[in-house]
């Protein structure tokens, strides 16, 4: 069995209260990839082990979601920052772009990454190719992440699908992809 290495971080991206039943942007089964996350986020917790939230926020009032201070825009209750942990604010799919996230966690040592969050296609995608280019060895834990139908050329494509072919692209070079259970019993 693969064991968690001690340099490694819990990634939870946009994880923000516009994904979640109610939201603005509501994703599919947001609530079960939260809770898997929230599992995660508790055994990091418990073993007093690095966790860093990204939190995005658009930067004008007329985005369809994140609206800039918007309660749309907090983080889910579900996995809510404990005073400790580092809220690093994004204004773009890339969590690396124009953010200190490389000096959050370069100061913190980290060398690995599990990612967890929303949206699977985008947000998830740009996030996890940025920090395997950065020299990162990233994990996904792909049943704590969560997207929506998409649309193209009139074809609405299913989540369940649009996550399964982000998933396949990230695993085929970029990231190892495994479920949240077999995450949880390598860091025991």
């Known amino acids: 069995m693969t064991k968690i290495q001690p340099n490694t971080a819990l990634l939870l991206i946009d994880f923000q209260n516009d994904y979640f039943p109610g939201g603005k942007w509501e994703l599919s089964n947001t609530r079960l990839a939260a809770n898997n996350a929230a599992k ?43 005073s400790d942990e580092p809220v690093v604010l994004k204004h773009s799919a890339n ?29 998830i995608d740009a996030g996890v ?17 969560a997207t929506r139908d998409q649309e193209f050329n009139g074809n609405v494509v299913p989540a369940s699908q649009v996550h399964a072919s982000f998933m396949a692209a990230l695993a085929f070079a970029y990231a190892r992809v495994e479920d949240t259970e077999v995450l949880l019993s390598e860091l025991a």
């Open 40 to 82: 995660l986020l508790a055994a990091f917790r418990e073993k007093q082990r690095p966790v860093v939230h990204v939190r995005h926020e658009f930067k004008t009032d007329e985005a369809p979601f994140f609206l800039p201070g918007s309660q749309g825009a907090q983080i889910n209750s579900t996995v809510a920052a404990e």
């Open 95 to 123: 969590s690396f772009k124009e953010t200190n996230l490389k000096q959050v966690l370069e100061t913190l040592n980290i060398e690995n990454l599990i990612v967890a969050g929303a949206m699977s296609h985008m947000c």
């Open 129 to 145: 190719r940025a920090a395997a280019d950065l020299g990162y060895n990233v994990t996904v834990a792909q049943d704590a992440c």
